[in-house]
Every structure is written in C-alpha cells, then in structure tokens.
C-alpha cells in the first residue's frame, strides 16, 4: 500500500512540475508532506538523515552565498571581458571557450560549483553582446553532466560505483573519459551549428575594457577566493572534508573579505525557492527508494535481461539514462550497485567480467540529468539563476524543446560507444 501511495503521489508531483500549471516548488513540497502525514517511510527519522542529501543543500546554499558576494565586486564581469578579449571579437570562440572550460571544471569540481561560477560569467558576456542567453547557458548545462561523467570525482554515481566496483581514477578516464570527450565534441558542435546565427556576431573587444566600474582591490581579492575554493574541492577527496564544509566556509569568508553589506543582505539572495523545491525532490524520490519501487525495478530488469550480457548492459545503460531525468540518480545508482554485484552469482557463465556493466550504469545515470530541466542539481540551479536574472522562465518543455536533439544524439553515441567497445 505505501508503494502505490510513493508511485501515485511521486506522479502527481511530476505531473504538476510537467504542466507548470503551479510553481514547481509547491507540489515538490505538498508530495513530500503527504508523504510524511500517510507514514509512508518505515521510520520518519530517514528521511532527514539518509533522504534528503544535506550535503548538496549546505553546498548550494554555501555557493550561493560565496557567488552573490563576488558578485557584487564586479568579478565576473570582469573576467567575461578578459574572455572577450582574448576571443578577439567572436562570440563563437568566447562560446567555445566556456564550454570547454565548463566541461574541464566539471570533470574534477562538483557540477553545481562549476555552473554557480560560469553562468554568471556568461549572463555578463550575453549582456555586454546584447544577445539572449538561453542557449549559452543550456549548452553549458550539458557540458557540465558531460564533463561530470569523465573521472572517478566528477560525478556522485561516479563515485559510487567506483568504491563499490574497486575502479580507479584512471579506469574513469580511459573509459567513461573516452566517451564523455567524443560525447561533448559532438553536442557543442550541434549546439554551434544550431545557432550560428546568434553566435555570428562580431564585436570590438576594447569596448568591454572599462576598467572604471571595477574596484580592482576587490577583483583581485575575490579571483582570490576563487582559486582557492577551486583548489580545495580539487583536494576534498584527500583533506577528507564534506564539499558542504568548503562551500559554507568560503561563502562566509567572502562576505568577511570582499563584502561591504550584513551577511543578511547576502544571505537574502539566495535561492531559497531552489533549495526547498531540492529538500521535497530528495524526500518524494526518496520514498520511491524507502518502499522498495527502485529495488523491484531494478529485480525486473535482471530478470528480463540477466540472460545476456549484451542485453542487460544496453538495457541497463538505457533505464539509467532515462530513470536519471526525473529521479535523483544517487538513489537509483545506489539501487543498482547490489543487483549488479549478485550478476556473477546469477548467471556466472555469461557475467564474468562486470567492468562493461559498471560503464553503462555510469554513462546512463550521469548522462540522464540532462534530460529534464530537474534531471541534475546543475540544471535547476542554472535555470534558476537564469530566471532571476532575465525574469523569463525556461519551462519544462521549452528546456525540452531545446535539448531533444541534443540528448537523443548522446543517448544515440553513448550506446554505439558501449556497443562497439564492451559488448
């Protein structure tokens, strides 16, 4: 009974966010307080302390506030105008330029701190070309789930299933590596084609150097603070620091050094509608997980393709893909790791070597998030900034719209890739 409740409640909550009928937040939140008045988890208690992932809200709330504060400095336009300049007056090159770095940071930061850093990059650049943003920032958001999918580090299923399969920081990069590079060239370069005539602008790079509306002392200070917060997440894995303690702690210390307001102004701007409509999210998929719907959907599809390893490998790549659209991929991730590990025992004939499973979990659920706009963390909050900043909401169906192509281009390589080189 409590299942059929998680499913039924789980597909109101989607229906509502789909249709945009009401803003988003709200059934995210209403779902997940049914959920707790109908008793639907086994004990309340989980759900704040293995459901809801406070890691990822302390780290958004954290970079949040670390963003907003240099924001204020003029930091980022002044580095979207060193961009400028160094693409010499092409907006293709400064687009290229910001993927390609999108994509790097993302393959050994977290994909929300790297999109918290560039998109208001990019939204400076968009501004100072007198450009519509939309498609820069969504290019951006692939790239960023792209780039996630490329090491050990990059991507939380990532992590998961490297712990649990004994898989190195190397075996990710000659393998999901592999794939996520010949996966991002090929997006970017639809992406470029696809708007070539918004990109084919040309513009005086010496007209963006005012140098006047910068305080430089605070520029420096906060390119500062920068690289030092990039330089912690890239050492999180070794000083054994949660990436939520980095995050609060550099964003209170950029409102010490760089801010001239009270804290509250900063705090203030934080996305607070994001990160509750994340807490219902965590909660409403979460009950999916407490009454056992992942674990029975994940029984099914060893059942149904455990015969052949061909066959589970591409049908597992392809669920993961299409399951991590619309629920968090670290509970499906978590789901899948001890079916997959009972495979030899199932059937130790055919699954002799898991490392070609491993692979397809890892591409399906890390690639998933760019399907819907709530598919990844960076998607959510990189609309959200979006949203604020051009008061015009990219819905449902209109990010749909936009990235159909795109992903049915990924889904198309990911599984030629894993065809052709595993099964």
Same mark, same amino acid.
């Given at each position: 009974m409590h299942a059929l409740i998680a499913i039924l409640i789980?597909?109101?909550v989607y229906f509502f966010i789909i249709s945009e009928k009401i803003n988003r937040v709200i059934p995210a939140i209403l779902g997940a307080v049914l959920l707790l008045f109908f008793g639907v988890f086994k004990n309340p208690a989980d759900v704040f302390t293995k459901y809801i992932d406070f890691n990822t809200i302390f780290l958004l709330i954290g970079m949040m506030a670390f963003v907003f504060t240099i924001q204020e400095t003029g930091f980022f336009e002044y580095v979207a105008f060193k961009i400028l300049k160094i693409s010499k007056g092409s907006l293709k090159k400064t687009f290229l330029l910001l993927n390609f770095a999108v994509f790097t940071f993302s393959a050994f930061l977290d994909n929300v701190t790297t999109i918290l850093i560039f998109v208001p990059i990019t939204l400076a650049i968009a501004d100072a070309v007198e450009i519509e943003p939309s498609f820069m920032i969504i290019a951006e958001i692939i790239s960023s789930n792209i780039g996630g999918t490329t090491t050990l580090i990059g991507d939380p299923p990532n992590i998961m299933i490297g712990s649990a399969a004994k898989l190195s920081f190397l075996n990710f990069v000659m393998n999901t590596g592999v794939a996520g590079i010949i996966i991002f060239t090929v997006s970017i370069f639809v992406i470029y084609l696809l708007n070539f005539k918004s990109l084919n602008v040309k513009f005086e790079s010496s007209t963006f150097q005012n140098a006047e509306r910068f305080n430089e002392k605070k520029v420096r200070k906060s390119f500062l603070l920068v690289i030092l917060t990039i330089l912690l997440f890239s050492i999180q894995e070794f000083i054994k620091v949660e990436n939520s303690i980095i995050a609060l702690g550099m964003g209170f210390l950029a409102i010490l050094i760089v801010g001239d307001k009270e804290?509250?102004?900063?705090?203030?701007?934080?996305?607070?509608e994001t990160i509750f409509f994340f807490i219902g999210l965590f909660i409403v998929t979460g009950a999916l997980e407490d009454t056992g719907v992942l674990e029975k959907f994940a029984e099914y599809l060893e059942k149904a393709f455990g015969g052949s390893e061909r066959m589970f490998g591409l049908s597992l790549f392809s669920t993961s893909f299409v399951m991590s659209g619309f629920v968090d991929n670290i509970p499906f991730t978590a789901t899948m790791i001890p079916i997959i590990k009972s495979l030899p025992r199932v059937n130790p004939e055919i699954f002799v070597n898991l490392k070609p499973i491993w692979w397809a979990l890892s591409l399906g659920a890390c690639l998933g998030g760019n399907l819907t706009p709530i598919g990844a963390s960076a998607n959510v909050v990189a609309l959200a900034i979006l949203e @604020?900043?051009?008061?015009?909401k990219m819905g449902f169906w209109r990010?749909? @719209?936009n990235t159909l192509l795109i992903n049915i281009l990924v889904f198309v390589i990911a599984l030629i890739f894993l065809d052709i080189r595993y099964f």
């Open positions: 789980f597909m109101v804290p509250g102004d900063y705090l203030g701007k934080i996305e607070w @604020k900043s051009q008061r015009k990010f749909l @719209k």
